[in-house]
């Protein structure tokens, strides 16, 4: 340690004030002046189970890639989507056929069809909330079954899909774009 970085204090137990002349004997303690970064990694949750510190997605990730789907026919993400934490979903799409695509979310089962620690579920309900942005806030919404038009192929369009934590979804896109397509998607999660 620098010397130079150290500082006299009184000690707690010292009623003596700094401007007074007199003090205890050994009434100062060493106090160093430096400063040492600490790093919160999680917390030990009151279950005892270790949970780490959550964070946004950096970039798009879970690229999929499905090839002359069929009008009318549809792809569901091949992996289950963790929102356990997140909030927002971040979808991107590039399609080869320009033109209306139904986008949903299901409600997503485990390798032995369990949602969290139900077994069975309904792996094909949509997740619905009552959603935070929504007027009436009594009722429940799916959070997402909606048509977009794609108007332009071959480029990356990106939605945003809020309300979702706490859920373990897939995503459904029906192609009604008039003609095969190809279908790549990639998500990101946000906080």
Not at 15 to 22: F, L, Y
Not at 40 to 54: F, L, M, P
Not at 78 to 93: F, G, K, P, S, T
Request: with cysteine; proline share 4%.
């Amino acid at each position: 340690m620098n010397p130079d970085k150290i500082r006299k204090v009184y000690a707690p137990y010292s009623t003596t004030g700094e401007q007074v002349g007199q003090t205890p004997l050994e009434g100062y303690v060493d106090v160093a002046q430096a400063i040492y970064p600490a790093v919160n990694t999680g917390i030990v949750d009151e279950t005892g189970t270790w949970q780490g510190i959550k964070s946004t997605d950096t970039e798009f990730f879970d690229l999929q890639a499905d090839k002359e789907i069929a009008n009318g026919a549809e792809i569901i993400s091949n992996n289950v989507i963790d929102m356990q934490y997140h909030d927002i979903l971040m979808i991107a799409i590039n399609v080869s056929n320009a033109g209306n695509f139904v986008f949903e979310l299901l409600q997503a089962g485990g390798p032995n069809d369990e949602y969290f620690n139900l077994k069975p579920s309904n792996t094909a309900a949509n997740p619905r909330s009552t959603l935070r942005t929504d007027s009436a806030t009594n009722t429940f919404d799916s959070i997402l079954s909606d048509t977009e038009t794609l108007g332009t192929n071959n480029v990356w369009t990106v939605f945003k899909c809020n309300d979702l934590k706490g859920y373990k979804i897939k995503l459904k896109i029906t192609n009604s774009s008039g003609g095969n397509s190809d279908i790549l998607t990639a998500i990101m999660r946000v906080l």
